[in-house]
């Protein structure tokens, strides 16, 4: 499923978006060393949290297609959010995202392949 793919290229990206806060909290001068790693710990929890969804979809267990569609609806809300803060060019794409993994795991292929109708 298409869904699932992208499900696990979202968990990658929150993992490089953790990577990319620690080397910047390491290599920089944040005003708190602490808020900057917890930061990092928050992207790699929920990197860890979408590719566990993923796996689990994978394994067609049909009762996580909800958590991973409301993943994907704080995504929209986050996508939202930097578009009216001025981070469009992060926010469009996120958003464009979130649009499609949320379409995919709706989609009438996707119920039936989980086994949910």
């Not at 796996?55 to 996508?79: C, D, E, I, K, T």
């Not at 379409?103 to 989980?114: E, K, R, W």
């Amino acid at each position: 499923m298409w869904a699932v793919r992208l499900l696990f290229f979202e968990a990658g990206l929150f993992g490089v978006l953790a990577v990319g806060l620690v080397i910047a909290t390491v290599l920089g001068e944040p005003y708190s060393i602490v808020t900057s790693l917890a930061e990092a710990a928050v992207a790699l929890g929920c990197g860890a949290l979408i590719g566990w969804l993923a796996h689990s979809l994978r394994q067609l267990r049909g009762r996580f297609r909800n958590p991973a569609f409301v993943v994907q609806l704080f995504l929209l809300a986050a996508a939202y959010q930097m578009i009216v803060g001025g981070v469009w060019w992060l926010g469009v794409p996120v958003g464009f995202l979130a649009v499609c993994v949320g379409g995919l795991l709706l989609a009438p292929a996707s119920t039936d392949a989980l086994g949910l109708r």
